[in-house]
C-alpha cells in the first residue's frame, strides 16, 4: 500500500498509508485542516539481488539475429559440415 505525503494550510505535513483506488484526503484528519497531495522525491522503490541486467540474460549477454539462426557468418546460409 502506497504511502501519501499530505501538506496542511500551516505547512506542515504528514503522511498516510492509502489504497491507490481510495481518492485523496480533503481535510486532516488530526486537525480538520484543508490539505493537498504533494509529490515527494523518493519513490520508494527497492532494488534487491543482483540486479535485472544480470538477471535477464546469461553470462555471454543478450542474443544476436546471427547467433539464434544457427548463420556464423551472416550470410544467410548454414553451415552444413
Do not use: W
Not at 10 to 22: A, M, N
Not at 24 to 30: R, T, V
Request: aromatic share 8%; glycine share 12%; with cysteine.
Amino acid at each position: 500500500m502506497p504511502t501519501y505525503t499530505y501538506r496542511r494550510e500551516d505547512g506542515s505535513t504528514f503522511e498516510v498509508d492509502q489504497p491507490i483506488t481510495e481518492d485523496p484526503l480533503d481535510a486532516c484528519p488530526e486537525t480538520g485542516q484543508d490539505v493537498e497531495r504533494i509529490i515527494t522525491d523518493n519513490p520508494g522503490v527497492i532494488f534487491k539481488g543482483d540486479g535485472f541486467h544480470v538477471n535477464d540474460y546469461d553470462e555471454h549477454g543478450p542474443k544476436d539475429e546471427a547467433s539464434t539462426s544457427g548463420d556464423a557468418d551472416g550470410d544467410g546460409e548454414t553451415d552444413a559440415s
